[in-house]
Structures are given as C-alpha cells and as structure tokens.
C-alpha cells in the first residue's frame, strides 16, 4: 500500500483522540442525565450555566493551538529542551487566564445571571452553588489541553484516553455520591455535580502528570520568549474559534429558531448527528496538521504535503463509513432520538444535507488547522471573519426563503468556498 507508514502514523495519533472525544460525550450525556433525574429545574438551571462555561472553554482553550503550532515545530527538529520550556510556558499562561477567568466568575457571577438572565431568588443561588465551583474546570481543562498537545508531539495520544476514562469514573462517582448524599457524603444537590466534575479533572490531570515525569527532560532556553511566541499567535486563533464556532453558530441557530418549532426541533435533531459524525474529522485533522508541521519544520515538503493528503483519505474513510450507516439506519438513529414521527421525518432530506457538509469539512479543516500553525493564522483570521459576515448574512435571507434548505445551502457553500481558496495558498506555498 502507497504511503502505509503515513497512514499508519495518522491513525496511531487520530485514533486515541477519537477514543478521547467519545468518551467525553459519553460523560457529558451520563452526567446531564444524573442531574436532570435529582430535579428538572436544577436541570435547566445547570445547561444554562454549563453552556455559558463550554463556550468559555473552546474559546479561552484555543490557547493549546499556539502551543500545539511551537510544539510541532520544536518536536520536528527534535529539540526537547525548547519544548519542555514552551511546555512549561504554555501552563503558566493557562493557569493565568483560567485563574483570571475563575476570579471573574467569582466577583461577577451573581450580578451576570441576576442582570443578564434575570435569574432571582432561590433559582439564582442554586445556579450559582454549581457556577461557582463549575467555573474552576474552565482552568483545569485549559491546562489539561497543554497536556493532551504535549503528548501529541510526542506520539503518545494513549494517554489522554486513560486520563479521560479515569476522570470520567471518578466523576460519575462524586456525581452521584455529592449530588444525592450516597456513601455516607454529603447531599449537596446541583452543587453536588460541580465538585464531582472538579473531582474528575484533577485526577485526569494527575494521570497526566505521573508519565510526564518518566518523559521529561531539563529545559532548555529562556520561558519569556515562547510565552511571546504563544501570545503573539493567541488573538488571531481566538478570533478564528470566536467567529466560526461562536458567532456564526449563533446566526445559524437564530434563523432555524425564528421558521418555528418544529423546524428548529429538526436542525437540532441533525446537529447531534453532525456533532457525532463530525468527531473524525477534527481527529485526524488534528493528526495531520501534527505530523505535517513536524515534517515541515526539518525542511521535508513531500511528506510535509503527503501527510496532509493522507490525513484526509484517512478521514474521508472513517467520516464516509459513519455517513453510510447513518443514512442506512437513518429511522433508528433519528428515533432514538426524538419520538415525533412528523419532526424525524421531516429530517431525512436535511440529514444527507450534512453528510455534503460533513465531508467538505475534511479538506477545509486539515488545510485550515495546517496553514494556522504555518504562520498564516491572521490571514485565516481575516477570511473567517468576512466569510463569517457574508454568510451569515446569506444564511438570514435564505432561511426566510427556503427554510432550513437555504441554511444548509449557504453552510456548505461558505466551507467549499473556504476551502478552494485556503487549499490554492496550500498550492502556492509549496511551489
């Protein structure tokens, strides 16, 4: 087989953050449901606040693709002191803005939710008896992700999967022991939830740390100057990761919700399939960008682009199989999600809909993650914020027109567009 050990080395690194990804939504399903059986209004309650601190974290925890961009560079040309030493920056930067952000939360929390969300009386101290120790994970999992982007580097992706199957059990365990009063623990309700997920992470991290000490080595280098490097390339990803996954998803879903309820029942019912179905592809793009920025950076261009052609066969092969078995089992899949016969009906046309968007991602997120840490991440920047204006702008006349049709219409022809246009300086780059 042509190009068998580059395939191989994408799967080896793909395959364990795939792992890793489902068993985080696996965890987050288990969880949901342990707090939504103690009480429906500390359900909602809880997905208000949660929401707000998922956002948060994919937002502030773009900061390990700066490091990730120093990290595969500094692994290619195999100088392990200057990555121990980017390493060490990399979590002192994390600790700082998820520190900031925990202080923010714990100042400013009550007047947010009781300003903001009009939340009041008993409903906002029982928000904020989860918000508050709920919003010390936004620092733990910014350093965890330093972690996972460090292992990466240094062909070890197995380990985020044994710290994520530890976190996950001691999770569910304080979940149910803290949120109920089991085991001779304290009953502590929704709050219960918020501690046991701390609990969680902080072993993760533990797991993380203990093999860290058997792979380390000394630093060498000065800590100023990759925590320059890493703040310099910071706004632009953070500016990328606001508009796409923040900013344009919110004019989406503002125009599914304003062609009524059954219409947005059905665009939620196809985002959980595309969440699912999308994993691979933000796997082995992740793998690809790894392999092909170290390649990159000993001077290697043929592997450097057989890296990246490959990353995308390998998903094109794993995001393709999910889709087929998706479409094959189309009924049962939707079913068990939503019972409304007329809303899962309703779904099938807009469900291979996204499979077209699922499978043009491949290319654009393997080039966009590639040319991000190949020094064009403003440039990026620059076209996902106009690419976001247009769109989204095209999104809200489509939609009053042809509906949920005109949404998917103008997704799929804003990532094929990007795509062209980010593959073309692909091209021109490599001549």
């Given at each position: 087989m042509k190009?068998?050990?580059?395939m191989?080395q994408i799967?080896?690194?793909?395959v364990?953050i795939l792992m890793n990804?489902a068993?985080?939504?696996?965890?987050?399903?288990f969880d949901e449901?342990?707090?939504?059986?103690y009480?429906?209004e500390?359900f909602?309650?809880?997905?208000m606040a949660?929401?707000?601190?998922?956002?948060i974290?994919g937002?502030?925890?773009?900061?390990?693709?700066?490091?990730?961009?120093l990290a595969?560079?500094?692994?290619?040309?195999q100088?392990?002191g200057?990555?121990?030493q980017?390493?060490?920056a990399?979590?002192?930067?994390?600790?700082?803005?998820g520190g900031?952000?925990?202080?923010?939360?714990?100042?400013g929390?009550r007047?947010?939710?009781?300003?903001?969300?009009?939340?009041?009386?008993r409903?906002l101290e029982?928000l904020?008896?989860?918000f508050?120790?709920a919003s010390i994970t936004?620092?733990?999992n910014?350093?965890?992700?330093?972690?996972?982007?460090?292992f990466?580097n240094r062909?070890?992706?197995?380990?985020?999967?044994y710290?994520t199957g530890?976190?996950?059990?001691?999770n569910?365990?304080?979940?149910?022991?803290?949120?109920y009063?089991?085991?001779g623990?304290?009953?502590?309700?929704v709050?219960g939830?918020?501690?046991?997920s701390v609990?969680?992470l902080g072993?993760?991290?533990?797991?993380?740390?203990?093999?860290?000490?058997?792979?380390?080595?000394?630093?060498?280098?000065n800590i100023?100057e990759?925590?320059?490097?890493?703040?310099?390339?910071y706004p632009?990803?953070f500016?990328?990761e606001l508009?796409?996954?923040t900013?344009?998803?919110?004019i989406?879903?503002g125009?599914?919700?304003r062609?009524?309820t059954?219409q947005?029942?059905?665009?939620?019912?196809?985002?959980?399939?595309?969440?699912v179905?999308?994993?691979?592809?933000v796997?082995?793009a992740?793998?690809?960008?790894?392999?092909?920025?170290?390649?990159?950076?000993?001077?290697n261009?043929?592997e450097t682009?057989?890296?990246?052609?490959v990353g995308?066969c390998?998903?094109f092969?794993?995001?393709?199989?999910?889709c087929l078995l998706?479409?094959?089992?189309?009924?049962a899949?939707l079913?068990?999600?939503v019972t409304?016969r007329?809303?899962t009906?309703?779904a099938?046309p807009f469900?291979?809909l996204m499979f077209v968007?699922t499978?043009i991602?491949?290319?654009?997120?393997?080039?966009?993650t590639y040319?991000?840490?190949?020094?064009?991440?403003?440039k990026?920047?620059?076209?996902?914020?106009?690419?976001?204006?247009?769109a989204?702008?095209?999104?809200?006349?489509?939609?009053r027109?042809w509906?949920?049709?005109?949404?998917y219409?103008?997704m799929?022809?804003?990532?094929a567009?990007?795509e062209w246009i980010?593959g073309k300086w692909?091209r021109?780059?490599?001549?």
């Amino acid at each position: 087989m042509k190009y068998r050990k580059e395939m191989m080395q994408i799967h080896r690194m793909a395959v364990p953050i795939l792992m890793n990804y489902a068993l985080a939504s696996v965890f987050e399903i288990f969880d949901e449901a342990i707090v939504g059986h103690y009480s429906v209004e500390g359900f909602a309650l809880v997905g208000m606040a949660a929401s707000i601190l998922y956002t948060i974290t994919g937002a502030l925890g773009i900061l390990s693709s700066a490091f990730h961009i120093l990290a595969a560079e500094l692994s290619g040309r195999q100088e392990y002191g200057k990555l121990e030493q980017t390493f060490a920056a990399a979590k002192l930067l994390a600790a700082g803005i998820g520190g900031g952000f925990v202080l923010v939360s714990l100042l400013g929390g009550r007047w947010f939710f009781g300003n903001i969300y009009t939340v009041s009386g008993r409903d906002l101290e029982e928000l904020l008896s989860y918000f508050y120790p709920a919003s010390i994970t936004v620092l733990q999992n910014m350093i965890w992700f330093q972690y996972a982007v460090y292992f990466r580097n240094r062909y070890n992706t197995k380990i985020g999967v044994y710290a994520t199957g530890v976190s996950i059990i001691v999770n569910l365990f304080f979940d149910i022991v803290l949120v109920y009063g089991k085991a001779g623990f304290p009953g502590m309700g929704v709050a219960g939830a918020a501690w046991g997920s701390v609990t969680g992470l902080g072993c993760g991290l533990l797991v993380y740390q203990i093999p860290y000490y058997r792979v380390r080595c000394a630093r060498t280098g000065n800590i100023q100057e990759p925590v320059k490097r890493i703040l310099w390339s910071y706004p632009a990803l953070f500016g990328q990761e606001l508009f796409e996954s923040t900013i344009f998803v919110l004019i989406v879903q503002g125009a599914a919700a304003r062609l009524g309820t059954e219409q947005m029942a059905v665009y939620k019912l196809v985002d959980i399939v595309y969440g699912v179905i999308g994993l691979p592809v933000v796997a082995y793009a992740s793998a690809a960008q790894t392999c092909a920025l170290q390649s990159r950076a000993v001077g290697n261009r043929k592997e450097t682009k057989i890296y990246l052609r490959v990353g995308q066969c390998a998903a094109f092969a794993v995001t393709g199989s999910l889709c087929l078995l998706c479409g094959v089992f189309r009924e049962a899949l939707l079913g068990s999600v939503v019972t409304d016969r007329g809303v899962t009906e309703m779904a099938v046309p807009f469900l291979y809909l996204m499979f077209v968007l699922t499978l043009i991602r491949i290319p654009y997120q393997v080039f966009l993650t590639y040319l991000q840490g190949s020094g064009w991440e403003r440039k990026v920047f620059l076209y996902t914020a106009v690419g976001t204006v247009l769109a989204g702008g095209a999104v809200l006349g489509a939609s009053r027109r042809w509906g949920l049709t005109g949404i998917y219409s103008v997704m799929i022809g804003e990532t094929a567009i990007l795509e062209w246009i980010y593959g073309k300086w692909i091209r021109r780059k490599a001549e």
